[in-house]
């Protein structure tokens, strides 16, 4: 079984300050982990995954995540935030085996606020 | 436009009745998920289906049923609707079948169900 935890359900910056969302996961298997973004109104994207390999995971609009496996985190940062990327977040787990392949276990997000 | 398409976008109904939400995954996609996203839930997985056959189910209560067509577009069946009903319903796909690694969902934009 897998879980999420995702701390803090509300996150406030600057524009242009780093952003910092964090994730810690549970996985009884090798854990797939995931960041989607929802902009209001729209349904999720995905921002980056990890599967295997690099622990350092770079995706869209200049996110990226770090896998620590000795902290079972996938913090989610960004070095500049934008407005543009005031959105809902979520971390996501999936696990390396069985039925739970593509079977997605959502956090319960993190609303990114960007003030001016 | 992810490429996945939900109809309709937006429902509202009254308590006892019964909806029918509507998926067409995006092309090439054998595998559909739906997911419940409310407040006080956040984003529960319901249930896979893999080329027409049911996969994994989830927190799917006994009133909701799904089924996948051969064109592989999807429907979930809300019954005896109650006011906890309310919720925004995605519909995600993706290409590999369960076990085949790790697989990226694409989401619809998503049904709003309000029961009144």
Known sequence: AQSVTQLGSHVSVSEGALVLLRCNYSSSVPPYLFWYVQYPNQGLQLLLKYTTGATLVKGINGFEAEFKKSETSFHLTKPSAHMSDAAEYFCAVTGAGGTSYGKLTFGQGTILTVHP | ?116
Do not use: M
């Open chain 2, 1 to 116: 436009d992810s490429g996945v398409t939900q109809t309709p976008k937006h429902l509202i109904t009254a308590t006892g009745q019964r909806v029918t939400l509507r998926c067409s995954p995006r092309s090439g996609d054998l595998s559909v998920y739906w997911y419940q996203q409310s407040l006080d839930q956040g984003l529960q997985f319901l249930i896979q289906y893999y080329n027409g056959e049911e996969r994994a189910k989830g927190n799917i209560l006994e009133r909701f049923s799904a089924q996948q067509f051969p064109d592989l577009h999807s429907e979930l069946n809300l019954s005896s609707l109650e006011l906890g009903d309310s919720a925004l319903y995605f519909c995600a796909s993706s290409v590999a079948p369960p076990g085949s690694g790790a697989n990226v969902l694409t989401f619809g934009a998503g049904s709003r169900l309000t029961v009144l």
